[in-house]
């Protein structure tokens, strides 16, 4: 029974996931993005609050983002943020890769706020037991700087998926390149 009851679920999540797709697809064909690349560089905190993973507050970190906009508001975004926090007494390698759909919203004077939601995989070094999936969920602003250029800041939220009572926050400074 519970072989099927886990079928069923995965048929679920891949039937969801095969919409989003076929939807994304559609959309991006009647309304092209005129600069649909994205690459970018930030700066990382990592909030643990009292989640029980053990990680202290850590600030700052660096990260990377390549992201793909296939309309001008619809993008699909990769990151890798890498932090040092300590674990206990001793510091330790924390990176979280995160790939998310991202939605831009029509901007309000020359500030674009975003949302995005997707899948993360954090491994924490030399702790037996600590990589895990989590559910990934942020909100942030995108500032025109000079041409393709732009400044951008994001808070997001962490749940592991796999220990249930675990959840933090990431926060990132940086700056895209677009083109």
Do not use: C
């Not at 932090?83 to 995160?98: A, E, L």
């Amino acid at each position: 029974m519970d072989i099927l009851k886990k079928g069923r679920s995965m048929f679920k999540k891949i039937s969801l996931i095969t919409l989003l797709t076929v939807g994304i697809i559609a959309s991006a064909q009647a309304n092209p993005a005129t600069n649909p690349w994205e690459v970018g560089i930030s700066a990382v905190g990592i909030a643990e609050g009292r989640s029980g993973d053990g990680l202290d507050n850590y600030f700052p970190g660096i990260g990377a983002r390549v992201g793909y906009h296939f309309t001008q508001n619809w993008s699909l975004v990769g990151e890798v943020l890498y932090t040092i926090p300590d674990y206990g007494s001793k510091s330790v390698d924390v990176v979280d890769y995160i790939g998310s759909l991202g939605y831009d919203f029509s901007p309000i004077k020359s500030v674009t706020p975003f949302a995005a939601a997707g899948l993360g995989y954090r491994t924490i070094s030399d702790v037996n037991g600590r990589d895990d999936w989590n559910l990934v969920v942020g909100a942030g602003v995108k500032v025109p700087m000079y041409d393709s250029f732009q400044f951008m800041m994001e808070g997001k939220g962490r749940w592991n998926l796999e220990n249930r009572g675990e959840q933090g926050m990431l926060g990132t400074l940086g700056v895209n390149y677009t083109f």
